[in-house]
């Protein structure tokens, strides 16, 4: 994400976390009209428009906007006001109410072309403790899983109306297709998005969206620690999974150095700093919620071809400093 949309929307975040800090209070929100709740805040009073759509725990909020980037790509002041105060509406009526969502995820679109989409997915016990003062601002901010990306579901309608349009299908029968097999609800975070008047919103879990703090954590850390940039992250990819009785965080990314070298030494010195940094914010990660529904947390790097796999009990001795780093990177093989 380019660096000046990120420092306007930890602007806003902060903005936000001000005002919501006064919010907590009775029940005002009924469950039965919480999606209602939200529209008619936001249009009483900012008079935005918005549609919300919920699925089990999980809040959608679609929020078009006429200008969302400027020329430069660079987000502008509406925009970044509209976000501020959906943000605030939403978390005001969430922290106000008797439902038990835990998650609400906003999806901000330029009308102009909205195959392109800023995805912001806040954890509501995060919103409270922050609200408490119970964690800092800065780890508040690392708790916000944000995204800005290509519609996956407009890439993957046009991919097909290619497919089509070349095969020659009539419209109605297209329509039928997409309908039938390719409008389906998505499987993972990354998948989230609005399309054509059509949520495509999923129940989020606490794992999968651990997962992706995750890994939103590790491309901070590289992009901001200065003798981290060196290295650029090529891909990440980062999931909760079973595999039989096994229950882990999974981790796969393809790390590269500016400064190629064959130099032996040099290349272990490297893969310990990537494995160390990755892991530690696995570790972080893991202890800020005091998670323990899992076995292990495994690390692949595909240029250096090597894995690390944590045990949970190891994270937790680590975090406690009760383990060296050291004796975590030497189970890299």
């Not at 972080?284 to 045990?311: C, G, M, Q």
């Amino acid at each position: 994400m380019d660096s000046e949309v990120k420092r306007n929307i930890t602007i806003i975040l902060s903005a936000a976390l001000v005002i919501i800090t006064a919010a907590c209070g009775n029940i005002t929100y009924p469950k039965e009209k919480l999606n209602e709740s939200i529209k008619s805040l936001c249009k009483d009073e900012y008079n935005i428009n918005v549609e919300v759509s919920s699925i089990g725990k999980t809040i959608g909020i679609y929020l078009p906007i006429p200008v969302l980037f400027d020329a430069t790509l660079n987000m502008t002041e509406e925009a970044q006001e509209k976000i501020q105060n959906v943000l605030f509406s939403c978390r005001r009526v969430a922290l106000s109410t008797d439902a038990d969502h835990e998650f609400y995820c906003i999806i901000a679109q330029d009308v102009r072309f909205p195959e392109v989409q800023l995805i912001i997915i806040k954890y509501l016990d995060d919103v409270k403790r922050a609200s408490l003062g119970d964690i800092s601002r800065g780890e508040y901010f690392k708790r916000t899983i944000i995204d800005m990306n290509t519609n996956p579901q407009a890439q993957k309608e046009q991919a097909i109306k290619d497919v089509f349009k070349k095969i020659e299908v009539e419209d109605g029968w297209q329509e039928k297709v997409l309908d039938d097999f390719f409008r389906s609800p998505p499987a993972t975070l990354e998948d989230i998005g609005y399309w054509q008047g059509k949520f495509y919103l999923k129940d989020i879990t606490l794992e999968e969206f651990m997962a992706q703090q995750m890994a939103r954590r590790i491309k901070l850390r590289f992009r901001e620690e200065e003798s981290l940039r060196k290295y650029v992250i090529k891909s990440m990819k980062a999931g909760f999974e079973r595999q039989e009785e096994l229950i882990f965080f999974n981790i796969g990314m393809k790390i590269e150095n500016f400064l190629f070298t064959l130099d032996t030494l040099e290349r272990k010195s490297m893969e310990q700093e990537i494995f160390k940094t990755t892991f530690e914010e696995i570790a972080n990660t893991v202890y800020a919620y005091k998670y323990e529904d899992f076995d292990f947390a495994r690390i692949a790097e595909e240029n250096f071809k090597t894995e690390l796999i944590v045990s949970k009990e190891d994270i937790y001795l680590f975090k406690r400093k009760k383990l060296a780093i050291g004796g975590v990177l030497g189970a890299i093989n």
